[in-house]
């Protein structure tokens, strides 16, 4: 069984990323597309760590302890955000808020 | 000469009368108000003062004494003698203020064959200074600027008294002074242009100094661009003399050191094609700049339309000082000019031609000033005739005598102008002598002196210009003679006219000539055409007291002579009667003859009759008594008698005759359409081109714009027609592609 070396964890990242973009592309839910950016965000969080890991220092996963945090109050924020929208509109549909178009 | 005020501290000169300018137009309008000219009284007093000792100086100071071993000492960096020079020329000095323009390494001198050729030579250098060069020239210069300066400010306090804009006025004068004192000083060509184009700013905002006149404000652009052609021939001169010879200072380090640009176009055995080539023509470009200040035939149409100017103006500026710089300039420039025989001849023949045509204008006119100011023309072209015939003496000694009684004349008819409530038309008016008995005897000797008459200082002048241009061509001496016929019949003309005969003035003021005055009350009201008995109680009593307690009126005057304008005509009519005997036994002649201007030109010269103010020379010429002395002074006498028997006896004989032939009469009283002959000629095709322009501006140019506008807009509007749909996946789609191009932009690299 071969070692987990840094290509496997930046895979990891990589997939977890993509996956995000991709559910963010596709689906008009708001609270789905908002789960995928937090998915990519996820895969840069792993991609962090993994460089840090990597270069022997602490300074990847200090990053991400931070960015963990700003995640954590920005979804408090943008979930609060989706459910004003929800009352508004009576839907989730992001299609809905098309007339906020400059 | 060295130990002179006038010498250490020439640079007073020009900064007095600058203060008092500057003086008289920041306070002028606010606390100095009727009491502005006492700033550039001052100022060009003390700067009379100066030129006059230093005039004095010269003449009957040390003159020949050995230079000072301690000058550079005594006097520090201002003072450059150098000790050959000195010799040579112990009255000529160069003055450097300090370094103006500095282009260029000076250390550089260029390529070693011809380290003065800057054409081709990219790495030679500027070197301006703004410094002085006093010599002879110069001195008379400063003397006729200044003095007839200060006696004009003066007469201006009475002419002027009341204007709105009083202190405007005396502060361009002041600015005026100080700008032509430069042009006089200036050590180099870039200083002469400086004082060149401050005089004509001046003689701009003079002209129009009376804003609410169309007329007025219509003659100051015409002086100003008809000037710009001149200028612009003048400007490629100095450019072209810097290109051909590395400088445009006069004489460099000094006289005798062969680095400056009047000794380097003597030095032609080592010249290059191309110094050849602009010697050439520089006197050419040079001329078209003096031909257009000092309005000579193409470009002379500005100088009658500046009579639109206050009386002062007309008399200090484009009378006296300003319109002779030309003159001045050619007999400065003298060795660039009198080898070039092609040049000096067109100068001699446009001076003479412009002689006769100014006089043959000035015969049919009838406003005092026009006539006065075709005559100034007329006598720059004696000028320039005596520069071109290389007899420069002559013309600056005509230059001398002609800024005293031509500044007398001007100023004569501005009292004209103020008795008579602006009015100026000479046919509305008859026998002043009765109302302005003063004015009527110094008329009387301007006139003499204009017309050549045996004795006055206009006929020793003139005589020695005919002289010349008899030496060079009868021909042209006999069109000078024919000229000066004429002007001693238009000048006695227009005296018999205004100031002899029965009693008769202008019966109401006309508004449209009203120079900006209110209409003089008692004037109007005292020579109503009628009572011509009271006229002589007004002249016997001219102080302005007897008047004062009736008219309790602090703006106008009291009396048709106020005794300051009289105390500087008198003093002009001094000049203007006497001035001739300066050039007694060739004194003036032999004064400017040391001036290094003046005799290198001689040595170049080899022109029989030609007048540098060298002794054998001139004896030549002149030889005391001669011929043409006898005959200029006949045709002068013959003319005045022609006018009289014309204008004072037999008033309706000249109308007879001028009816009798009619066409040409016509003719002369248009002025040859000459003006006419521009505007369809030059002014009105040009107009068309600018409208053509304008079109061509607004549609191509502009539509060329606004079709380059258009583009971004265009591509604004589609891009966000596709992709600002309001889609939330759009604009994440338009990210990712961006921050794809990107990438691969990175990658593919």
């Avoid at chain 2, 010697?279 to 470009?285: A, G, K, S, V």
């Avoid at chain 2, 004064?591 to 201007?597: A, H, I, T, V």
């Avoid at chain 2, 004989?653 to 001028?658: F, K, L, N, W």
Wanted: glycine share 10%; charged share 10%; net charge negative.
């Amino acid at each position: 069984m071969t070692p987990l070396t840094l290509e496997h964890f930046l895979a990891v990242g990589a997939i977890m990323f993509s996956i995000g973009l991709i559910g963010f592309m596709t689906r008009r839910n708001l609270i789905v597309m908002f789960l995928c950016t937090e998915l990519m965000f996820q895969g840069v969080a792993i991609n962090l760590i993994a460089f840090g890991h990597y270069h022997g220092n602490l300074a990847g996963q200090a990053f991400v302890i931070f960015l963990l945090v700003i995640a954590a109050s920005e979804a408090s924020l943008a979930l609060g955000l989706v459910i004003l929208l929800f009352r508004q509109r009576n839907t989730l549909d992001a299609d809905a808020w098309r007339d906020l178009k400059g | 000469m060295d130990q002179l005020f006038a010498v250490q501290h020439a640079y007073l000169i020009p900064l007095l009368p600058l203060i008092g300018a500057m003086v008289a137009g920041l306070f002028g309008a606010r606390h100095l108000k009727q009491e502005s000219h006492w700033p550039i009284w001052i100022g060009v007093g003390a700067s009379a003062l100066l030129a006059l000792s230093l005039l004095y100086g010269m003449t009957f100071g040390s003159a020949s004494a050995t230079p000072p071993d301690d000058a550079s000492s005594s006097n520090g960096p201002l003072l450059q003698p150098i000790a050959s020079a000195i010799e040579a020329y112990p009255l000529a000095r160069s003055v450097e203020w300090f370094t103006w323009i500095q282009a260029g390494d000076p250390n550089n001198q260029g390529s070693p064959t011809h380290p003065q050729v800057v054409y081709g030579n990219p790495t030679a250098s500027l070197h301006v200074s703004a410094g002085c060069f006093i010599d002879p020239l110069t001195a008379i210069m400063l003397c006729v600027i200044t003095c007839i300066g200060f006696l004009i400010t003066v007469y201006a306090k009475g002419y002027m008294s009341g204007e709105s804009g009083y202190f405007r006025f005396f502060a361009y004068l002041g600015l005026f002074i100080f700008a032509m004192t430069i042009l006089v000083m200036g050590d180099n060509l870039i200083m002469l242009y400086l004082g060149w184009e401050g005089v004509g700013l001046c003689s701009y905002l003079l002209i129009g100094y009376y804003t609410e006149k169309p007329a007025a404000r219509e003659a100051a652009k015409k002086a100003f661009l008809v000037n710009r052609i001149g200028d612009f021939g003048f400007g490629l001169g100095i450019m072209l003399s810097f290109l051909a010879f590395g400088t445009v200072s006069y004489f460099g380090q000094g006289v005798g050191t062969h680095t400056g640009l009047l000794e380097l176009a003597i030095g032609n055995t080592a010249a290059t094609g191309f110094q050849k080539l602009a010697m050439h023509w520089i006197p050419f470009l040079l001329m078209i700049g003096a031909f257009g200040k000092s309005a000579q035939f193409p470009l002379y149409v500005w100088l009658p339309d500046a009579m639109e100017g206050p009386t002062p103006v007309s008399a200090l500026i484009h009378a006296a000082t300003m319109v002779t710089a030309g003159v001045y300039m050619i007999a400065r420039c003298g060795t660039l000019f009198v080898t070039n025989s092609a040049a000096m001849t067109t100068i001699a023949v446009i001076g003479c031609f412009t002689a006769l045509l100014a006089a043959t204008i000035a015969l049919r006119q009838f406003d005092l000033k026009k006539v006065f100011a075709y005559s100034t023309i007329s006598q720059l072209g004696f000028m320039f005739t005596a520069v071109g015939c290389l007899a420069p003496v002559a013309g600056v000694f005509h230059l001398v005598t002609h800024a005293f009684f031509k500044a007398l004349l001007f100023l004569s008819s501005g009292v004209v102008m103020h008795a008579m409530a602006g009015e100026l038309d000479m046919r509305r008016m008859s026998g002043l002598k009765k109302v302005l008995p003063i004015t009527n005897i110094v008329i009387l000797i301007g006139c003499l002196a204009l017309a050549g008459f045996p004795l006055s200082s206009g006929f020793f002048s003139k005589d020695e210009i005919v002289a010349a241009a008899f030496a060079r061509s009868p021909i042209l001496g006999a069109l000078l003679l024919f000229a000066a016929f004429m002007t001693a019949y238009y000048t006695f003309r227009l005296y018999f006219q205004v100031f002899q005969g029965p009693l008769v003035v202008p019966p109401a003021p006309a508004p449209a000539h009203g120079h900006g005055h209110e209409p003089h009350d008692h004037a109007t009201a005292s020579h109503s055409a009628v009572e011509t008995d009271t006229a002589p109680s007004s002249a016997v009593d001219i102080g302005q007291t007897t008047h004062a307690p009736a008219h309790g009126d602090d703006d106008h005057h009291h009396s048709h002579e106020p005794w300051v304008m009289m105390w500087p005509l008198i003093i002009l009519a001094l000049g203007a009667a006497f001035g001739g005997f300066f050039n007694v036994h060739d004194a003036l002649g032999n004064f400017l003859g040391q001036s290094p201007s003046f005799d290198l030109a001689w040595k170049l010269t080899t022109v029989p009759g030609a007048n540098f103010g060298h002794a054998e020379a001139a004896a030549e010429a002149s030889g005391g008594i001669s011929w043409i002395m006898i005959l200029s002074g006949a045709i002068s006498v013959v003319g005045i008698a022609l006018a009289y028997m014309l204008h004072l006896r037999d008033r309706a004989a000249a109308e007879r005759i001028a009816a009798g032939l009619e066409p040409l009469t016509g003719l002369v009283e248009n002025k040859f359409y000459v003006d006419e002959l521009y505007q369809t000629m030059i002014v009105e095709p040009l107009r068309l081109l600018g409208r053509v322009l304008y079109v061509i501006d607004r549609t191509v140019v502009d539509g060329l714009v606004a079709v380059i506008s258009r583009v971004p807009q265009v591509l604004g509007f589609f891009l966000s027609q596709t992709t600002e749909r309001g889609y939330l996946q759009g604009y994440a789609a338009s990210m990712l592609l961006g921050v794809a191009v990107i990438l691969i932009l990175i990658f593919m690299r």
